[in-house]
């Protein structure tokens, strides 16, 4: 999709030698760049100028039987959600010229189609779920791939569940956008996934590695001399962000990095637009968060700690605790519920931010795909690409959408319940049922909790987040809520979502 100049999709090709390369770029002044390819002496790239976020599109490939050896799969067979390894689809979704832009808009409405097919079986997942390699622009990334829970979204959660692995072969170095993190789990992730590159004997050029896994390396082997104490004892994680502001502003003095790319792209609306690099937004960022930050961090530690020691309680407690225990611990929560809502919000947020984080890390396995990689994504500048723009490479491989989730009702719920929770990703569970529809919370967190109970998990969930909870937890949600009488039905969940019902059941 959108192969450009088609040097990536060349290399690709020469590397894969398919039976049949779809080139589906639109815009003729490619042609050029295209012809060598096609004209080449037994070809098998195949042009079609049509526009890759166009549904007729795929339609075509298959109805003109450019892939004939290409079977759609029956309707409710098992064969459905079996893995198709003789199609891979491969798109540009962070593409920049002259004549044409892929916003941010743009991008995420593909992305959503995409893992709306995977579930509805659509576009050439009809064929089998396939996998995906998507270039997309570096900023983007965060909707499938976060770094942090602060940037778990309903994109996210949608992909949790549509995927088997969601990893980043190739991007610019460090997370996009501004938010990060403490830098000590940044640290203990790296660690832990160079570890297991050493174990399996696998290596990244020099040039190719992020400075984190520099670090990493080096900090493996001081453990291994025992010249340093494991990554996770406290490190001053507080005060990370100023040790990095201070390398950014040396290097900035040293001109290691430009305010802007080399090119620059011109919009119609605002003219000449020139992108900041990565290094440089991120230095003023760190500069904004600098200028904000509260002297506080103790307090925050200490109000942490207090309630990670209270969740250790509960769990050595579980499952039966005794009547004077629960009081206990609901009393103890209620003291530090209160000590947190008397402080300042930015520092609430941050404090809320900081917990999450650490929690998501500790779940075994950890909450964020990006903690569950196997191997370091290889770094790239953004003057390697022509246009020069920072992109990030994609391998999305699907799987199957639970079943519990295929059916119209439980499917429609499932969209309605994250439409409605993530508005307010740093709310509580308990709090977002609370104002979803009268009488929810009361009446469905004692059934999600009693159906991951039987799962063999624990959870506090009428303080956790939205932002932190888990497929598990999702998917457990969504069967209490459409066991539960007093739900809305399909259509006024329809309707509330902006679907006209017609439209809804066209979709299932």
């Not at 507080?238 to 080399?262: I, M, P, S, Y």
Request: glycine share 4%; proline share 7%; net charge positive.
């Amino acid at each position: 999709m959108h192969p450009g100049r088609a040097l990536w999709s060349a290399k690709l090709h020469d590397r894969l030698q398919p039976r049949t390369h779809i080139l589906l770029e639109p815009d003729a002044q490619y042609t050029p760049s295209l012809a060598p390819l096609l004209e080449r002496r037994n070809s098998r790239y195949r042009h079609v100028a049509c526009s890759g976020f166009e549904t007729s599109s795929y339609e075509r490939i298959f109805d003109e039987g450019l892939l004939p050896e290409q079977r759609r799969r029956p309707p409710g067979s098992s064969h459905q959600d079996e893995v198709n390894p003789s199609l891979l689809f491969v798109a540009n979704l962070g593409h920049q010229s002259a004549k044409r832009t892929t916003s941010s808009s743009t991008s995420h409405a593909m992305i959503y189609r995409l893992m709306t097919a995977i579930r509805s079986h659509t576009l050439f997942h009809a064929y089998g779920l396939v996998r995906m390699l998507i270039w997309i622009a570096d900023g983007e990334k965060r909707m499938i791939l976060p770094r942090t829970v602060g940037d778990r979204r309903k994109y996210t959660v949608e992909a949790e569940f549509s995927l088997a692995q969601a990893l980043e072969v190739a991007g610019v170095e460090g997370g996009a956008g501004s938010s990060r993190r403490e830098r000590r789990l940044d640290l203990e992730s790296a660690v832990n996934v160079s570890r297991s590159m050493r174990e399996r004997g696998v290596t990244t050029p020099a040039h190719r590695k992020a400075q984190i896994t520099r670090e990493a390396e080096a900090r493996l082997d001081a453990q291994d001399s025992g010249d340093v104490p494991d990554v996770k004892q406290p490190s001053g994680e507080g005060r990370d962000w100023q040790h990095e502001l201070h390398e950014l502003e040396a290097r900035f003095r040293r001109r290691d990095f430009t305010k802007f790319v080399a090119s620059a792209s011109r919009d119609q609306h605002k003219g000449v637009v020139r992108e900041k690099t990565p290094a440089y937004a991120r230095l003023l960022a760190l500069r904004t968060f600098a200028r904000a930050q509260r002297k506080n961090q103790d307090q925050v530690e200490q109000m942490l700690e207090e309630g990670a020691a209270l969740d250790r309680r509960r769990s050595s407690l579980e499952p039966h605790p005794t009547p004077e225990q629960r009081e206990q611990l609901a009393t103890a929560t209620r003291t530090l519920a209160n000590q947190v809502a008397r402080l300042p919000e930015p520092v609430r947020a941050k404090m809320s931010l900081y917990r999450d984080d650490r929690q998501a890390f500790a779940t075994r396995p950890p909450l964020l795909s990006w903690d569950r990689r196997r191997d370091e994504p290889l770094v790239v500048q953004p003057d390697e690409f022509s246009p020069a723009h920072a992109l990030t490479l994609l391998d999305l491989r699907p799987k199957a959408f639970p079943s519990t989730l295929q059916s119209p009702e439980a499917s429609t719920s499932f969209e309605y319940l994250l439409s409605s929770l993530f508005l307010y990703p740093r709310r509580t569970l308990g709090e977002s049922l609370a104002t979803l529809a009268p009488g929810a919370a009361d009446a469905l967190l004692p059934q999600v909790t009693a159906q991951l109970q039987r799962r063999g998990e624990t959870a506090e969930l009428t303080s956790v987040t939205v932002r932190s909870l888990s497929p598990v937890m999702i998917e457990a949600l969504v069967g209490a809520w459409d066991a539960w009488p007093f739900r809305p039905s399909r259509v006024e969940m329809m309707t509330k979502m902006g679907v006209t019902p017609r439209e809804g059941y066209r979709r299932t």
